[in-house]
């Protein structure tokens, strides 16, 4: 499987995790020129802007910390353009989830959701 639907399957599966949570999945791969955001969701009391890492395991290092400050910095500045598009009431913040695939899109996977990881 290619990067890219790679990629995607990772995105998918963190969505419904969420959904599992109650999360309202507001929107996904939202882009502008600024940066992107892989997921917006929206729980009881906050609205989450969640970038989502896909790797088949922690050996060499964990998936959040491929975050780094730029892709933070990009992800902010979107959700900033976001939310002045969709003004609301509940607080945002910016969570990491952390999708382990070591078959890909086949066999187990692990989920670890890092709620205000930045």
């Not at 507001?26 to 790797?55: P, Q, T």
């Not at 609301?88 to 070591?102: L, M």
Request: with cysteine; net charge positive; aromatic share 12%.
């Amino acid at each position: 499987m290619d990067k890219k639907l790679l990629g995607r399957f990772g995105e998918e599966q963190a969505a419904q995790y969420l959904k599992k949570k109650k999360y309202k999945i507001l929107g996904m791969n939202y882009s502008c020129r600024f940066g992107e955001v892989d997921i917006i969701a929206e729980s009881r009391n906050c609205l989450a802007f969640v970038e989502v890492k896909l790797r088949k395991d922690a050996r060499f290092a964990e998936a959040k910390e491929f975050v780094t400050w730029s892709k933070q910095q990009r992800i902010i500045s979107a959700a900033q353009l976001w939310l002045a598009a969709n003004p609301t009431n509940k607080q945002p913040r910016f969570d990491v989830i952390e999708v382990y695939a070591p078959f890909g899109d086949k066999g187990e996977i692990k989920i670890n959701h890092i709620e205000n990881a930045f």
